[in-house]
Nanobody, 126 residues
Framework: VQLQASGGGLVQAGGSLRLSCAAS????????MGWFRQAPGKEREFVAA????????DYIDSVRGRFTISRDTAKNTVYLQMNSLRFEDTAVYYC????????????????????WGQGTEVTVSS
């Protein structure tokens, strides 16, 4: 499966962006999905995850209440709605897919994921 992340850009602090992760090659309907980010000079970190049935979500504490992960099975796409953006949210954002996932589980560890998108850059100006 190929993942294509898009939607990044330059936004002022307090603004919003919606990232999309479109899949091709196979349906994402039974894949758990996640968003990660990597800021310059830092390690890749978990941001949000969603179970393959779309019922369960998980967020890193710093984005909980501001970011929302969702999925549209019909469009084979996963989204990350980011509101109230902060300077510290500046990073390259990556989407990832995990095959053979349990329907109710979310995953925080990068090594658990099987496929990665190329990344989309988000820059928040203070």
């Amino acid at each position: 499966v190929q993942l294509q992340a898009s939607g990044g850009g330059l936004v002022q602090a307090g603004g919003s962006l919606r990232l999309s992760c479109a899949a091709s090659g196979r349906t994402l309907s039974n894949y758990a999905m996640g968003w990660f980010r990597q800021a310059p000079g830092k390690e890749r970190e978990f941001v949000a995850a969603i179970s393959w049935n779309g019922v369960y979500t998980d967020y890193i504490d710093s984005v909980r209440g501001r970011f929302t992960i969702s999925r549209d099975t019909a469009k084979n796409t996963v989204y990350l709605q980011m509101n109230s953006l902060r300077f510290e949210d500046t990073a390259v954002y990556y989407c990832a897919a995990k095959v053979r996932a349990d329907s109710y589980r979310t995953h925080r560890t990068p090594s658990e994921y099987d496929y990665w998108g190329q990344g989309t850059e988000v820059t928040v100006s203070s």
